[in-house]
């Protein structure tokens, strides 16, 4: 894609995009063949790194179980379900196959490209974006954006001057990942132009706990149900979230799919329910209600069996010992020979067991960030500002963040082509907002 080292400033464009990620980049290629002049700007050397290591650097490009449900942040669910019908997975699928990304779906509901390569999906983007006229400004720091009142233009001051456009699209993204160039910016941006952000956090990132038994455990993956509770007691608190799924035992705590799941709703309640509790299931088959229906099925069955024999039927040796540790048990007392107080210390190891999580990983570790500009001042139908005409917004920078599985470059594909069409229409011959100068100007 080519760069222009504008040689002279100041520059004029119809629609400019902050950032040059996977939100970006849709939104350019978009606004770009409906027509409009489109100017790309990122500050890195090489754009769309996210895009690069995402997936184990094959890049999770969407899932096929697609809903709002699997999105939050203040009125995500809502506001997602009108991006995604106005631009759909299977559209996304579509657009992928015709500019040479052919994709597959694997067990786990994930698409990834056929050539399990990121950098496929980035080079195919890139270069759709060039064919359809978009110019790529990268090393390219934009320092402010402004409404210039003398001519109805947005102002973007950047490391190269200032540039003036009729639109602009805010894809600056978030602040999860920094080596790949995200630090929050785009914050700044919106917040100087009055825009309310939801307080961030990271999210999808591994969760720290202060157990000192599960290290012993690291680097054993299994199934489990992860709940975070209201109050240390599973039982009687309310329950916040929930997931099943695959997880990670780790030096510093817990990883995998649920916990990357869980972390988002962990940071976002710790503040406010100081109590806020991690507690796993470690035989998440057992349906909530029928734990005591399985313990009494399994106590009768390994009743002359030491605690430790009975606890390897289910789990390695290494983790079978963790939770007898836990639980304060001696492994070789026969199982059928717990008193009810030992009975219930290893009933809540298996189905109850509070994990001592305290903290998330932070930014550099996490895949997505929480929080950001607030969608109740974005319109769905367009993505734009409530408070400014011309302004748009897309991807990360927005109080939307999806579960693991390609949810959250779902989202990146569908609000970048909603804000990208917004934006290029802004542009037309014709439209009814007037702009100041005219479109031949640019």
């Known amino acids: ?9 100041p520059l004029q464009t119809e629609v400019a995009i902050i950032g040059a990620g996977a939100a970006g980049l849709m939104a350019a290629i978009t606004a770009a063949r409906l027509g409009a002049r489109v100017h790309l700007f990122d500050g890195a050397k090489k754009v769309g790194a996210k895009i690069i290591v995402s997936g184990g650097q094959r890049c999770n490009v969407t899932n096929i179980a697609v809903t709002p449900a699997r999105f939050h942040g203040e009125g995500a669910p809502a506001f997602v379900s009108r ?42 983007l890139l270069h759709t974006a060039h064919r359809a006229g978009a110019v790529l400004c990268s090393q390219t720091d934009v320092t402010s954006v402004e409404l210039d009142p003398s001519t109805d233009a947005w102002k973007i001051e950047t490391s190269r ?40 956090t990271p999210a999808l990132t591994p969760l720290f706990s202060s157990d000192v038994h599960y290290p012993l455990a690291s680097g054993i993956t299994m199934p489990v149900r992860l709940r975070l ?12 979230a929930s997931y099943d799924g695959s997880f990670l035992f780790t030096h510093r705590g817990f990883s995998g799919p649920v916990a990357l799941n869980l972390s988002r709703h962990f940071a976002h309640h710790r503040p406010k329910v100081t109590t806020a509790t991690v507690f796993a299931s470690l035989l998440p088959d057992v349906e909530e209600g029928r734990e005591a229906q399985w313990w009494h099925e399994f106590a009768g069955r390994f009743a002359k069996k030491m605690v430790s024999t ?11 010992g963790v939770i007898a540790a836990r639980a304060g048990l001696i492994g070789s007392l026969p199982l059928g020979r717990l008193s009810k107080t030992q009975t219930d210390a290893l009933k809540r190891e298996l189905f109850f067991a509070p994990l001592g999580v305290f903290d998330v990983a932070p930014y550099d570790k996490a895949e997505t960030t929480a929080g950001g500009v607030a969608l109740a001042e974005i319109e769905p139908a367009t993505m734009q500002s409530r408070l400014h005409k011309g302004l748009f917004f897309a991807g990360e920078v927005c109080d939307v963040d999806g579960e693991l599985g390609g949810f959250n470059f ?32 640019f």
């Open 410 to 441: 779902q989202w990146a594909w569908s609000s970048g082509v909603v804000a990208g069409r917004a934006a290029a229409r802004r542009c037309t011959p014709g439209s009814s907002e007037k702009f100041g100068v005219e479109r031949a100007d």
């Open 161 to 200: 001057g200032p540039v003036f456009a009729r639109s602009v699209i805010l894809a600056t993204g978030g602040l999860a990942l920094p080596k790949s160039g995200s630090n929050g910016r785009g914050y700044n941006f919106a917040r100087a132009l009055g825009h309310s952000i939801i307080s961030t």
């Open 310 to 320: 009975a606890l390897e039927t289910l789990f390695s040796a290494k983790l079978a």
């Open 229 to 240: 509770h209201a109050e240390n007691d599973a039982r009687s608190s309310k329950k916040l």
């Open 1 to 9: 894609m080519n760069e222009e080292l504008f040689p002279d400033f």
């Open 83 to 124: 991006i995604l019908r106005a631009y759909s997975p299977e559209q996304t699928r579509r657009f992928f196959e015709e500019i040479g990304v052919p994709l597959k779906l694997e067990e786990t509901g994930k698409y990834f490209p056929v050539s399990d390569s990121s950098r496929q999906v980035l080079g195919a």
